[in-house]
């Protein structure tokens, strides 16, 4: 292994370590506090590590794929994996075919341009 994999072997796994904190922090902050003004200042950070999350998660999994690969040959692990997966699919089904009101909806992206505009400047 070179000296460049190792080294980006470890900042993938850092990486993935703080965007995990950062994700789960602030959407746990969104789900406990129920005030869209809060929910709306710790957005940014949701977004922006959640796209970092993935970057390091991919890397991490390139990494890792041997020992990820080998998990799988578990019965129990393999029937762990597709449950999750179903259950991911399931809700996003869900989320995706939820009836929303179209002028709340409308109202709401109003308020976040509003508030994107203001916050650059605009």
Do not use: C, Y
Request: proline content about 2%; aromatic content about 8%; charged content about 15%.
């Amino acid at each position: 292994m070179t000296a460049l994999s190792v080294a980006l072997r470890r900042i993938s796994s850092i990486t993935l370590a703080v965007a995990f904190v950062a994700m789960a922090t602030s959407g746990l902050f969104m789900l406990a506090v129920d005030r869209f003004g809060s929910q709306l200042r710790v957005h940014p950070v949701h977004n922006v590590f959640g796209f970092i999350m993935i970057v390091a998660g991919l890397l991490h999994s390139a990494f890792n794929w041997k020992g990820l690969a080998a998990h799988f040959r578990l019965r129990w692990s393999t029937i762990l994996g597709v449950v999750l997966a179903i259950l991911m699919v399931l809700l996003f089904i869900v989320g995706i075919t939820r009836p929303v009101d179209v002028e709340v909806t409308r109202k709401v992206d109003d308020i976040l341009s509003r508030a994107r505009r203001a916050e650059h400047g605009d």
